[in-house]
T-cell receptor, first 116, second 113 residues
Framework: NAGVTQTPKFRVLKTGQSMTLLCAQD?????MYWYRQDPGMGLRLIHY???????AKGEVPDGYNVSRLKKQNFLLGLESAAPSQTSVYFC???????????????FGSGTRLTVV | RKEVEQDPGPFNVPEGATVAFNCTYS??????FFWYRQDCRKEPKLLMS???SGNEDGRFTAQLNRASQYISLLIRDSKLSDSATYLC??????????????FGKGTHLIIQP
């Protein structure tokens, strides 16, 4: 049981390049999330999905796009990378909850992205 | 504004001691509360959920105080392996769309031999 798998684990991009981060979960979770973590800023939500074919913006969505074509996969795209997007990116998933009650998340091991 | 506030520390504690830290949250309607642990350069991992009646898991005890809007984590007989950052996590539901859990910035704990 792999849980939540993120690829790649490390990447260095030049400013203006594009890339896609892949998150895959094998726990049949409905909800999936993308976070970024920067020193002193904590975890900040980029985009999330409450089911296959649905996505929504989080706290810091600018410069990112996402897709959830299959329930088990959640892709995060950077169309034109900027140095400000240098960060550690975490994907997470959970069982479906309600607006009032949410289950705890399972996180992937992260992707360390550097934009130069 | 949705807020989950924690003392960043670091808390320097001798091995075997008891340590406690709190977290305050701004939304009185919140219903989901968790403590996560994050080791350096690793992903956050769920330590325990926090229930209204309080709950215990081995050396760890979590408490919820709805009236004062804070949750606490108590670690007894601390071990060197308890050194980590502890994240307070709350569902800051405000009646709008469900946009997930809000994570505090974490409290850094260092257990010293």
């Amino acid at each position: 049981n792999a849980g939540v798998t993120q690829t790649p684990k490390f990447r260095v991009l030049k400013t203006g390049q594009s890339m896609t981060l892949l998150c895959a979960q094998d726990m049949n979770h409905e909800y999936m999330y993308w976070y970024r973590q920067d020193p002193g800023m904590g975890l900040r939500l980029i985009h999330y999905s409450v089911g296959e074919g649905t996505t929504a913006k989080g706290e810091v969505p600018d410069g990112y796009n996402v897709s959830r074509l299959k329930k088990q996969n959640f892709l995060l795209g950077l169309e034109s990378a900027a140095p400000s997007q240098t960060s550690v990116y975490f994907c997470a998933s959970s069982y479906a909850g309600t607006k009032e009650f949410l289950y705890g998340y399972t996180f992937g091991s992260g992707t360390r992205l550097t934009v130069v | 504004r949705k807020e989950v506030e924690q003392d960043p520390g670091p808390f320097n504690v001798p091995e075997g001691a008891t340590v406690a830290f709190n977290c305050t949250y701004s939304n009185s309607a919140s219903q989901s509360f968790f403590w996560y642990r994050q080791d350096c350069r690793k992903e956050p991992k769920l330590l325990m959920s926090v229930y209204s009646s309080g709950n215990e898991d081995g050396r760890f005890t979590a408490q919820l105080n709805r009236a004062s809007q804070y949750i606490s984590l108590l670690i007894r007989d601390s071990k060197l392996s308890d050194s980590a950052t502890y994240l307070c996590v709350v569902n800051m539901y405000s009646g709008g769309g469900a946009d997930g859990l809000t994570f505090g910035k974490g409290t850094h704990l260092i257990i010293q031999p």
